[in-house]
């Protein structure tokens, strides 16, 4: 299989760990007959990668979290992998991979293969799980399946930049990304007052605290005890159900200021205060993991420190090392511009050539303000059928009916509970309950109204309410299709983030190898290297007397991303890049 951008064949070296310290290494040109078969002591193991990097090659490992922290550890970058954990997940879930040429004794060990977390770059973990599975066999199997597909070249893609996205999140734990201790603690004195004893609140918390009492008469209120805080709001006499800040700015009390200052800056302190500092930052770089395809639809997930929740508060202490600085880039309005490549409507995609969408929607006819547009299409792919989206959901069908359509038949296959599946492949999960179980009846309909009238407020005549409970154990027949229509609203959503989360694997893929040949020389954190990543947007650490070049970089990946997946469909994926020393820089 070619990698990103790769045409010419390149040999294949499947790793396989052999007891506590014996690594075979079984090579495979993928031009030519016959294996051959290295065994080396795992101490050996970066020397050999190191040596055979100089050749075209890709490595098929169990898992990338086993086999590159060790090897980064010990200064070698690799331009190619195939993760059979990530690809065997892709794959079992593909509608158009054949599962029989999937299955074997080891699949549910497969299945079940879980990624390691640890910090500690150790080659091989004890007593881990995958040592069990036979790696060859497993990766012939996907070979197979790939082979039979009908959609083989768009799933080789796929698996090329997830196996090449496992590799990016490798590198970005190992760089980590730039983290300046003393303006950390400059804000956190600045916003909270100086650090507390343990079990202490900071002083200004402490304050807060008092107001917050007072203004509600209760002496003993606990902010940070969502039931005590509910009571007190009610005994003060505000209608409130829950204590989440959206529903506590829509109040009028003189106590509502300083509980929302007490919520936002007690979330900044249970976050990223003194402890997550302590524990997360060390070397002047924070360091997650980053995990690809952590999410259903392809998005990646992150384990520990709320990489993918970067505060704004705390982002003055992301600064560029001396010397180096930030590009930092995101795509504008992605998922409206990946439906428009997926549907392939010309109309949709002359809107896109406009760096805002939403306003070349506009400018096309299809809305009277960029405000309609973008309510329009959020509820589109997001399956708001009521309210201002519900009402330009018709003028959008007229305009971009393939678009509109294409969304719409997602949403009635999730209701009918199959499997949807993106540009490239990656299928949904199956629904699960006592609704995906039964087909739908006589009378029945997947938008909750039936013959009899009933309607999605889940009260028919029967007296059966909205609790789900029916004589037959199922559920009644509203509570069934309230479920398909929340699993309708998924599936419609799926098709496009997963496509959408596609699209930026490809930019990743692309930008990493891009970044690597731009530097020159030296270790990955010599080079221009990426350091943060998060759906649609990239942070790029770099000499400063290359970030021009970076930037040409970004955008020639993001450009290369839009024909990989669309080919020559016009549409376009503008960036806002901007170059800074500090991560707050940014407008």
């Keep these: 299989m070619p990698a990103i951008g790769e045409t010419a064949p390149v040999n294949r070296i499947v790793l396989v760990r052999r007891g506590g310290s014996t690594v075979e290494a079984r090579e495979r040109a993928d031009d030519g ?3 051959r078969v290295a065994r080396l002591p795992a101490a050996d193991l970066p020397g050999f990668v190191a040596e055979r990097e100089r050749s075209p090659v890709r490595w098929v490992w169990d898992d990338t979290t086993r086999w590159y922290p060790a090897l980064l550890a010990a200064g070698v970058r690799i331009g190619r992998c195939w993760d059979l954990r990530l690809s065997h997940a892709v794959l ?7 599962q029989a040429l999937l299955a074997d004794d080891q699949t549910p060990g497969w299945d079940a293969l879980q990624p390691v977390t640890t910090a500690d770059p150790a080659l091989f973990p004890l007593a881990d799980p995958a040592d069990r599975l036979d790696p060859a066999a497993e990766h012939a199997r996907q070979q197979a399946a790939l082979a039979a597909s009908p959609a083989r070249a768009r799933l080789e893609l796929l698996l090329a930049a997830e196996s090449s996205g496992a590799l990016v999140a490798a590198e ?6 730039p983290w300046r201790v003393d303006v950390h603690h400059r804000l956190l004195r600045e916003l909270l007052g100086p650090r507390p ?27 940070d005890s969502p039931g005590g805080l509910l009571r007190a709001l009610q005994a003060a006499g505000l209608p409130v159900d829950d204590t989440r800040s959206w529903t506590l700015e829509q109040l009028e009390h003189p106590g509502i200021p300083a509980l929302l200052e007490y919520k936002k800056l007690s979330r900044l302190l249970q976050a990223n205060g003194w402890s997550w500092l302590d524990t997360w930052v060390s070397g002047g770089r924070f360091r997650s993991t980053f995990l690809p395809g952590g999410v259903v639809t392809g998005r990646w997930a992150a384990n520990g420190g709320g990489a993918l929740s970067v505060p704004v508060q705390v982002r003055p202490a992301v600064v560029a090392d001396d010397g180096w600085r930030f590009v930092v880039a995101d795509v504008a309005q992605l998922e409206p511009r990946v439906l428009a490549g997926m549907s392939g409507v010309a109309a949709m995609a002359e809107a896109a050539r406009s760096s805002d969408l939403y306003q070349g929607m506009v400018a096309g006819g299809a809305v009277a303000t960029r405000a309609e547009a973008k309510v ?3 509820g589109a792919m997001y399956g708001g059928t009521r309210g201002q989206s519900g009402r330009m959901m018709p003028r959008l069908t007229r305009r971009y009916p393939r678009a509109i359509g294409l969304v719409e038949e997602a949403a009635r296959a999730g209701e009918r509970g199959e499997v949807v599946h993106t540009l490239l492949g990656r299928g949904s999960p199956p629904p699960t309950g006592a609704w995906a179980d039964r087909p739908v009846g006589l ?12 309607g999605s407020d889940g009260v028919g005549s029967d007296g059966v309410g909205s609790d789900g409970v029916g004589s037959d154990g199922a559920g009644s027949r509203e509570d069934r299709a309230r479920h398909r229509r929340a699993w309708g609203r998924f599936t419609r959503n799926f098709v496009v983030q997963g496509t959408g989360a596609e699209w930026a694997l490809c930019w990743l893929a692309g930008l990493r190898n891009r970044l690597w040949h731009l530097g020159g020389a030296g270790t990955l954190d010599q080079r221009p290297h990426l350091v943060f990543f998060l759906h649609d947007e990239v942070l790029v650490h770099t000499p400063a007397h290359l970030a021009d070049a970076v930037v040409e970089e970004v955008r020639s990946a993001a450009a290369e991303a839009g024909r990989l997946l669309f080919g020559g469909f016009p549409i376009d994926f503008p960036l806002d890049v901007a170059v800074v020393g500090s991560w707050a820089d940014v407008d």
Excluded: C, I, K, Y
Excluded at 92 to 98: H, I, K
Excluded at 172 to 177: E, H, P, R, V
Excluded at 443 to 453: A, L, R, T, W
């Design 33 to 35: 007959p016959g294996v």
């Design 92 to 98: 079992r879930r593909s509608p158009f991979a054949d």
């Design 172 to 177: 970005m734990t190992s760089a980590g990304l």
């Design 197 to 223: 004893a343990p079990g202490r609140r900071p002083a200004v918390l402490a304050r807060l605290l008092t107001d917050v009492q007072a203004a509600f008469a209760a002496p003993g209120l606990n902010p």
């Design 376 to 378: 329009g299409m959020l």
């Design 443 to 454: 009378g029945e309909h997947p938008d909750g109204v039936g013959s009899d009238g009933v």
